[in-house]
């Protein structure tokens, strides 16, 4: 039996309990202190009609910001570091020693957001022995709390796998960066009846497998709002419209850092490229025209006495 599953089925009483500990703010710093998030949390959320905030991190500054906002329920290492951090051209060359090196630094600066991170390609395609294996170390060497998995139908034996022995799972179903050579191209997913069913048949089956809960990627509004409507756990969704449980934005999409294509679904929250861009050149400039750094407040000095005795013993040769 899922852990899911025993909190939908659980009474009232016993789910509402704070079992989860609390998380608090550096004193001074006016943020208001939160309880650690858990998949109790986020299915209360979901329950309440609360919408659930999730954002990408890959690093541990971008964890404390995360961490630094009450309102952020979830982080994840998503496996778009690939691209925005690494270089890389596609998820599919990202590896799992990398996703841990990465997990483990966003691990040491969050506090409150649950964190999950994504399986990255060819590490659980494998046999299910195998997967679980990556599994494992994933969770107990990037210290995580919950692996995502892209799939449909043919991961559904894992994900049980993975939910029997406390590894919780977040499902990912609709557009699948990691397929995006069989898919031809990054394309909205679910617009044909066939197609539609399927991505529901998906989520159905992903849930009745264990998952806590599942992104969905690059569907047509009205489909996304018919699987959130058809599936007892949260849906986070990324280009599925507003009816889904959840929104969850790459980090360097929704603050402006990233020079790649825009997808239509990113919005812009900041313009942290113009912002360092900005920073770049007047630090270039302050050193070129001499201005940096400043000899009285950006300089260390010495005492005159021992200056003069320095410069004596050098005299001596």
């Not at 999730?54 to 961490?67: E, H, V």
Request: proline share 5%; charged share 20%; with cysteine.
């Amino acid at each position: 039996m899922s852990w899911t599953y025993f909190l939908r089925k659980a009474p009232s009483a016993i789910r509402n309990q704070r079992r989860w500990m609390s998380v608090r703010p550096k004193e001074g710093n006016g943020t208001r202190s939160r309880d650690k998030v858990t998949i109790q949390t986020l299915q209360t959320l979901r329950e309440s009609k609360v919408p659930i905030s999730m954002l990408t991190a890959y690093d541990y500054p971008t964890a404390l910001s995360c961490s630094s906002n009450p309102d952020i329920d979830i982080t994840l290492v998503g496996d778009s570091l690939a691209q925005v951090c690494l270089g890389y051209k596609s998820t599919t060359q990202l590896t799992l020693d990398q996703m841990i090196h990465h997990a483990s630094a966003v691990a040491r600066g969050t506090t409150h957001p649950f964190l999950v991170a994504d399986m990255p390609f060819g590490s659980y395609h494998g046999s299910i022995d195998d997967a679980v294996n990556n599994a494992v170390r994933m969770v107990r060497d990037s210290q995580v709390e919950a692996i995502k998995l892209e799939g449909g139908e043919e991961i559904i034996g894992l994900v049980r796998r993975l939910t029997s022995i406390g590894i919780p799972v977040m499902g990912h179903i609709g557009l699948m960066p990691q397929r995006h050579v069989s898919l031809s191209g990054y394309k909205v997913q679910g617009k044909n009846v066939a197609s539609a069913k399927e991505l529901v048949r998906t989520s159905t089956l992903l849930e009745e497998a264990g998952a806590f809960a599942m992104v969905v990627e690059a569907v047509p509004k009205e489909l996304g709002r018919y699987i959130t409507e058809n599936v007892t756990i949260p849906t986070i969704g990324i280009g599925a419209g507003p009816w889904t449980n959840g929104q969850v934005l790459v980090w360097d999409d929704a603050m402006g850092t990233w020079l790649g294509h825009k997808a239509k679904f990113v919005r812009r929250f900041a313009n942290l490229q113009a912002a360092r861009e900005l920073g770049v050149q007047s630090f270039a400039n302050a050193v070129k025209d001499g201005s940096f750094p400043d000899p009285v407040r950006e300089s260390y000095t010495i005492d005159p006495a021992e200056w003069t005795k320095f410069l004596e013993e050098m005299s001596k040769g």
